[in-house]
C-alpha cells in the first residue's frame, strides 16, 4: 500500500516571500503521478501542480514549482512570491498508473500567508 | 462548461438514521470516485464508480454504498450513521485514459454532521 506523509501541520510566509511545503510517500510502484491539492476554506480541492514520475524535469506552474527527487521518495512544494490567496490547506497526493486507481492523500500542511 | 456538482451543502442528520449525498460529475467525464475528509485529516477513498459499476472500494464497510446513472451522476449512501460518519464527502470526476486516471475534478463537498 501507499503512504504520503506531510510532516509539517502548520506553516506561516510573510507576503512575497518564498516557502516550501514538504511530502514524502512510499511506494514499489515505479510508474505514478504526484499532485498538490490546494483546498482553501471554501472546500474546493484545487489541482496546483502534477508531476509525472518517468519525466526527471521538475513540474513548474507559474509561481508553483516542485521538486520531485524519486530516489529519496520526496515531493516538496516550492510557492514564490507568496500571496495572501495562497493561505490554505495545501494536500500531497499520489496515484497509480496502472488501471483505475484512486488518489491517496497526506493530512495536509495549512499555510497561512501574511501581510 | 459546468464543473462537479454536489449537493446538499450542509445536512444534519441523527444517529441511525440514513443519508443520500448526490454528485454531477464534470462535463465529459465518466468516472466519479467519492472521499470522505475527516476535520483535520486528508481525504480518504471510499469507492469509484464508471458504467453505473463500483470498481474500487477503500477501507469503508458495507454501511457505505453507492450507485452511478446512465447519466454518469452518481449516490453515496450511508447506513446507521455513526457520531464518526461526521465529515466533508467529496466527490470527484475524472475521465478514463488508456494510462489510468489522470486528473480528478472535485466538487465543493457536502458537510454531514450527525448528532
Known amino acids: 500500500a501507499q503512504t504520503v506523509t506531510q510532516s509539517q501541520p502548520e506553516m506561516s510566509v510573510q507576503e512575497a516571500e518564498t516557502v516550501t511545503l514538504s511530502c514524502t510517500y512510499d511506494t514499489s510502484e515505479n510508474n505514478y503521478y504526484l499532485f498538490w491539492y490546494k483546498q482553501p476554506p471554501s472546500r474546493q480541492m484545487i489541482l496546483v501542480i502534477r508531476q509525472e514520475a518517468y519525466k526527471q524535469q521538475n513540474a513548474t506552474e507559474n509561481r508553483f514549482s516542485v521538486n520531485f527527487q524519486k530516489a529519496a521518495k520526496s515531493f516538496s512544494l516550492k510557492i514564490s512570491d507568496s500571496q495572501l490567496g495562497d493561505t490554505a490547506m495545501y494536500f500531497c497526493a499520489f496515484m497509480r498508473v496502472s488501471g483505475n486507481t484512486p488518489l491517496v492523500f497526506g493530512k495536509g500542511t495549512r499555510l497561512s500567508v501574511i501581510a | 462548461d459546468a464543473g462537479v456538482t454536489q449537493s446538499p451543502t450542509h445536512l444534519i442528520k441523527t444517529r441511525g438514521q440514513q443519508v443520500t449525498l448526490r454528485c454531477s460529475p464534470k462535463s465529459g467525464h465518466d468516472t466519479v470516485s467519492w472521499y470522505q475528509q475527516a476535520l483535520g485529516q486528508g481525504p480518504q477513498f471510499i469507492f469509484q464508480?464508471?458504467?453505473?459499476?463500483?470498481?474500487q472500494r477503500g477501507n469503508f464497510p458495507d454501511r457505505f454504498s453507492g450507485h452511478q446513472f446512465p447519466n454518469y451522476s452518481s449516490e453515496l449512501n450511508v447506513n446507521a450513521l455513526l457520531l464518526g460518519d461526521s465529515a466533508l464527502y467529496l466527490c470527484a470526476s475524472s475521465l478514463v485514459s488508456g494510462r489510468g486516471l489522470y486528473e480528478q475534478y472535485f466538487g465543493p463537498g457536502t458537510r454531514l454532521t450527525v448528532t
Open positions: 464508480y464508471y458504467e453505473e459499476e463500483e470498481r
